[in-house]
Structure formats: structure tokens, C-alpha cells
């Protein structure tokens, strides 16, 4: 098992490069499978979730290239087979492949897929999505077995704007017959992301961004070229840390626009900080003030980084109210911060935080990716040594965090341990 461990208080200055999105990659990838050719995308993430779908393609027989953050695939010629649930457990975005090969051969078997464990998680909408186009869907013992005769263009309407149900949902309908429209999409730029990927291939896919999506099937799906656009979520973290350690840290590579609720909730507490095309500048916030905040579906607070954030709370004065409204599990990390010297209360879907507090540096443990990432930020604030076991987590969705920290300043460092029974 891994571990990271830091020594805490040091300043952070330089420059940290933001990698390809995650939550993107790990749909683009998937999607490949409709291609009837080959396609390439460029700024992939180094990370294990990519790793994890390249070892589904390769499952699948699939031809895969992958030189720096560069892959290359050809599925023409795939063999369409039951994926394990071994390999489909392994993360969320495996039941990408599920609508992609659905999408493609109107025939696919695979076991529910896993993910972090911060809520239910159902996939009823995805599911309800396949139904519309015309998809027969049987759950048996955790595995799904969908069939369509033909898949036919359908309207849907999500109960929820889901990124998964309205990423699956497109999968399904860009090779269907006729037109299908989702409305009450899910509008993260992850979803323009992979319409853009698909339209190069010859979708036709318009409305990609907005809350309804509108997809004219079509039967032939060329060669095509993609970059991953610039990880939001590790854009925010690394923002996150310059407002708790930085010294003129220079985030860059970034799309400030896909922040911008971060950044206006920061500047409400009070950051100073210097938003320029594709960079953001920042420096460890004085006096700042409490905020309240509350997630959201893009273009409002991501859950994603109310835990990070939570680190920051700790740090500001007064009460600070963070409301989760996407999931019912994500505050795991909340007692570890109270053990480093935090004043947190749970309150159902609400954490006060009352600040601001001094960290001191802890075992602690990574109990999913953002908690882990929350835990990184305070052990870097903290006083003295903090240990963030069980860090897989976090190496799933952050690139080379230990060298991206380390370059900026940072005493952090990776290493093996074994569990104790
Ligand atoms: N939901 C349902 N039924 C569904 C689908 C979703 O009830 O069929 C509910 C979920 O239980 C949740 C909410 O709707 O309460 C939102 O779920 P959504 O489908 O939007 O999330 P997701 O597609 O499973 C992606 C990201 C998550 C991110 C969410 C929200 C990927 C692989 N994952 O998940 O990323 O939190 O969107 O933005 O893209 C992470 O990166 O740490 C992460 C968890």
C-alpha cells in the first residue's frame, strides 16, 4: 500500500502545470469504441483510473498506442466479450464502455461499475436512457445484459442533471437512428469535451454545454483527433493550496472560466489573487473571512472540491456554512481535520466550520479521492509531520501530485507501507 508524508509549513512559489481532466479522459477513452477507425487523443492524465480503462480496451482486444500523454487507439475490430467485474469495479467511468459498446453493437454485458464510495451512486437514469432508445435492459446478480434489435433516436428527460446519465446517454444515441434530445443535461465542460471528440468523428451532436442536447444519429463514425481540456478539479485543488501556503504560486495551463465559482468564493473570503488567460496566480490568503457555500452542478460550486475547500474553511475566520447537495456521503474526511486541530460539526448535508484553527500533522487516511486531496492540503498547512495513508485514492485522479507539490516547495514524499492487521 502507498502512503504520502509531509512535513508541513513551508511556502509554496513557482509554477504547477495542470494536467488533462480526469472525469474527461476517462469518458474519451470509452468513447473510442464507436470509431470505425482509429483516433487519437492528446493530454492525457497519467493516472491509474486511465490506466485502469486502458486495461478494458486491452481486454477487449482493442490496438493501443500510449506515448507520454498521447493514446492512440483503433477498436475497429474489437472483440465485443463479457467485461469481469474485477476490471469493471475498479472505477465509475468503466460503464462508459457499457454505452459505447451498447452504442456500437446493440449488445453488451457488464457488472455494475465502482467508483468512490461516497453515496449511492445508482445509474438509474443512464439505464432509463438506453429504455428510450429502444434497449432492453436485464440486471441479474450485479451484471447487466442490454440488447437492442435497433436503437432508435428518444427523448429523455433526466430527473437529475447527471454527467454520467447524460455522457452515457450521448454514447448510446450518436450511431442510433433518428434524433435524440436530452433534456435537463448535465452542462460540465466535460460533456462539451467529449461532443466536441465525437462530432470530429462525424456525430452530430449540438447543444453539448447547455441543459438540452440534441444528437442526429448517424451510421459511419471516422478517424478523429482530441486534446483532454485542462483538469478543473486539479486546477481548483492547486488553487486551493496557493490560498493556504502560497507565495506567489502560479497555477497554469488552466481554463479560469471552468473555476470561476471557486475564484469568486475565494475572493469573497477575501484571496488575493491574479486571473490571467490560462493562469491563475495566488498567494496564502491574511484575515480571510468565513464563506458559505453551497455544490452545485457546473456552472455552480463543484462537489468535487468542497473537501479541499474544507481544508481552507479551517483557516478563515468566523463560521463557515459548505452545504453537499450531489451526495449524501462526502464529508469522510471531516473527522480526520478535527483530529489535526479542526472545529468541524456535521449537520445532516452541512458542515460549520469555525475558524480560524491551527493544524498539527497526523496519521490520517485517504478514505476516497478528495478526501485524500483535502488531507494533502492540511498536512501541508500543519504543523510538524502528517501521514495520509491509503493514498491510491488519490493517485487515481491527480498526476504526479508528489513531483507537482515537491517542484513548488513543498517536503512531501511517496512511500510503500504495509497494513497492520
Ligand atoms: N444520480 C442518480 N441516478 C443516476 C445518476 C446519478 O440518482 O442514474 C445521482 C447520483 O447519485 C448523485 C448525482 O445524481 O447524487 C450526481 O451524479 P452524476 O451522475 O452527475 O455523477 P457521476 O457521473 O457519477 C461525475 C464525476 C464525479 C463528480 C460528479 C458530479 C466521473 C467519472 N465522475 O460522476 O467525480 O463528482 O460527476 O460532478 O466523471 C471525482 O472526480 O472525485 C468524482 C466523484
Known sequence: ????????????????????????AVALIPAAILCDEEVVIDNIPNISDVDALQEILE???ADIKREESRITIDASHIVNKEIPESIAKKLRASYYFMSSILGKYKYVEMYFPGGCAIGARPIDQTLKGYRALGAKVIEENNKFTISADELVGGHVYLDMPSVGATINTILVAVRAKGETVIENAAREPEIVNIATFLNSMGAKITGAG???IYIEGVEYLGKA???????????????IVGALMGDNLTINNVIPEHVDSLIQKLKEAGCDMKVDESSVTISQINGGRAINVKTL?????PTDLQQPLSTLLTQLEGESVLEETIY???????PYLNDMGANITIDDKKIHVIGPTKLTGKVVNATDLRAGACLVLAGLKAEGETIIENVEHVLRGYENIIG??????????????????
Open 1 to 24: 500500500m502507498k502512503r504520502i508524508k509531509i512535513e508541513g509549513g513551508h511556502k509554496l512559489s513557482g509554477t504547477i502545470n495542470i494536467s488533462g481532466a480526469k472525469n474527461s
Open 59 to 61: 481486454y477487449l482486444e
Open 210 to 212: 447547455t441543459s438540452t
Open 225 to 239: 483527433f482530441t486534446e483532454v481540456i485542462p483538469d478543473r478539479i486539479e486546477t481548483g485543488t492547486y488553487i
Open 297 to 301: 452542478g457546473y456552472p455552480g460550486f
Open 328 to 334: 449524501e456521503n462526502r464529508f469522510k474526511n471531516v
Open 404 to 421: 507537482k507539490l515537491s517542484a513548488v516547495g513543498a517536503k512531501i514524499e511517496l512511500e510503500e507501507y504495509n497494513e497492520v492487521a
